[in-house]
């Protein structure tokens, strides 16, 4: 199994509406943290949550993390056309500084 | 808003070739990373960097592979003999502080690797 797995793979949702994605990872972690990226482009950090906490919020992001269920989610709320792009999360183990990137969310806003 | 950049944006290399990709990381971070993105993969940590020294590294920074903070500014990963699995954007990032990166790391907007 892979550290850091997103669902959905992809999300089409009409401009205005919530996207919620989410992200499962298999051993604990020190933080986790999204990403954004554009196509053919970098990434773009979002938000990090540290393992202690249970929610975050930024502008029209919210991130929530479970450590029990081994999870997080990503909302975010009121989209807009410039929010398409895919969403990564990664996780940052104890003992360690690299970051273990997830297979990725596609999201597209229709507008 | 200071950014991490990378030079060039795209090399094409035939295969057995040296490559070095380049990358300037924000002026006051201490910690550096290399990262790789196969077409159509997830995103892999290759190798981090601290005080001139690497810090730790995958399974995929092999010998053919170093790293180098040949002055102040910038921070180079060399490939040096290029096979065709080579080809990937690779993303530098750097850091303010690390060592168990509780803080986030920003990234460069890549140089894609193309190997013929």
Known sequence: SQQGEEDPQALSIQEGENATMNCSYKTSINNLQWYRQNSGRGLVHLIL???NEREKHSGRLRVTLDTSKKSSSLLITASRAADTAS???ATVIRGN???TFGTGTRLTIIP | EPEVTQTPSHQVTQMGQEVILRCVP???????YWYRQILGQKVEFLV???NN???EKSEIFDDQFSVERPDGSN???KIRSTKLEDSAMYFCASSVRGGRSTYEQYFGPGTRLTVT
């Open chain 1, 49 to 51: 949550i540290r393992s």
């Open chain 1, 87 to 89: 969403y990564f999360c």
């Open chain 1, 97 to 99: 500084e690299k970051l």
């Open chain 2, 26 to 32: 924000i002026s006051n971070h201490l910690y550096f």
């Open chain 2, 48 to 50: 981090s960097f601290y």
């Open chain 2, 53 to 55: 020294e690497i810090s």
């Open chain 2, 75 to 77: 921070f180079t990963l």
